[in-house]
């Protein structure tokens, strides 16, 4: 695994009631392009999302690529990293919301098939794109320097595609 990371609140009180999510998201590197999921508003993100009931890893995974992006998964290859965002926000009765967001390093076959969009995710115009590094990470920063509204997931996006690019500079 090669990072580990807590975004946000470090510390909460014992008394607090905390709302937690699991995530599992795809890294699906080719070439020299990475398959990300781009929305409305001109940001990335990785594709994958929340854990259902019973389902593991790789099935989230599976799932999630699929809708999010029309592509099949190859292989699930090794888990890359965990990054947990903690924040006092509302959620179900309680005042920290907490995602745990899993990072696996994974291959699609080359066909692409439909995307089959929750409600929310079209509204965001949720569409699949392969781009550079480079580029990804230069939109998503401009959006988090330019922007006081931006969707939750830039600041942790932009994390975790600025690991990957040291991660291969390194290898």
Same mark, same amino acid.
């Given at each position: 695994m090669y990072?580990?990371?807590?975004?946000?609140?470090? %510390?909460?009180?014992?008394?607090?009631?905390?709302?937690? @999510?699991?995530?599992? @998201?795809?890294?699906?590197?080719?070439?020299d392009k990475i398959l990300m999921v781009k929305s409305n508003t001109g940001d990335f993100k990785f594709p994958g999302g929340g854990v259902e009931k019973g389902e593991t890893p790789e099935e989230t995974l599976r799932r999630e690529v699929q809708e999010e992006t029309g592509y099949?998964?190859?292989e699930v290859k090794?888990?890359?990293?965990?990054? /947990? %965002?903690?924040d006092r926000r509302r959620r179900?009765?309680?005042?920290i919301f907490?995602?745990?967001?899993?990072?696996?390093?994974c291959s699609v076959i080359e066909e692409r098939g439909e995307q089959h969009l929750d409600k929310y995710e079209e509204?965001?115009?949720?569409?699949?794109?392969?781009?550079?590094?480079? %580029?990804?990470? @230069?939109?998503?920063?401009n959006i988090l320097n330019q922007r006081e509204k931006i969707n939750p997931w830039v600041k942790r996006e932009t994390f975790v595609?600025?690991? /990957?690019?040291?991660?291969?500079?390194?290898?």
């Open positions: 990072f580990n990371k807590v975004l946000g609140m470090k %510390e909460f009180g014992k008394d607090e009631k905390v709302f937690y @999510r699991v995530a599992i @998201r795809a890294i699906i590197l080719q070439g099949i998964l190859n090794e888990k890359f990293g965990v990054l /947990i %965002e903690r179900m009765g309680c005042t907490e995602m745990t967001s899993h990072y696996y390093l509204e965001l115009g949720f569409t699949p794109i392969w781009i550079s590094l480079d %580029e990804v990470i @230069r939109e998503n920063e595609l600025k690991k /990957i690019k040291e991660y291969l500079n390194e290898n």
